[in-house]
Nanobody, 124 residues
Framework: QVQLVESGGGLVQAGGSLRLSCAASGRTFRWYYMGWFRQAPGKEREFVAAIGWSGGTTYYTDSVKGRFTISRDKIKNTVYLQMNSLNPVDTAVYYC?????????????????WGQGTQVTVSS
């Protein structure tokens, strides 16, 4: 019944922008955070950004601060990741996730629901 669907990935040149979307459906009761993670080939899945269910608090990993913005549309029940000034090092599969616990917002092992992922490729 719970479903997360990502969209908006693609190929973009360095310095360009993309906006990822994550539409949530099903029972979202006790979802404390919605987050974005990414995984490049041969690397571990890493935290990118998260937003509280109310939309009032946000968190970012240091490498994307000032470039990425996470936001939420409460009416559409959708979370967005606006990515500006993209670099080739941002190339990865990006995943949307939902968390039902309060602590450890950046730990992927603490998230309970995941989308299928969307590929982001940044060319130089």
């Amino acid at each position: 019944q719970v479903q997360l669907v990502e969209s908006g990935g693609g190929l973009v040149q360095a310095g360009g922008s993309l906006r990822l979307s994550c539409a949530a459906s099903g029972r979202t009761f006790r979802w404390y955070y919605m987050g974005w993670f990414r995984q490049a080939p041969g690397k571990e899945r890493e935290f990118v950004a998260a937003i509280g269910w109310s939309g009032g608090t946000t968190y970012y990993t240091d490498s994307v601060k000032g470039r990425f913005t996470i936001s939420r549309d409460k009416i559409k029940n959708t979370v967005y990741l606006q990515m500006n000034s993209l670099n080739p090092v941002d190339t990865a599969v990006y995943y949307c996730a939902a968390k039902t616990s309060f602590l450890h917002v950046s730990d992927p092992a603490k998230y309970d629901y995941w989308g299928q992922g969307t590929q982001v490729t940044v060319s130089s």
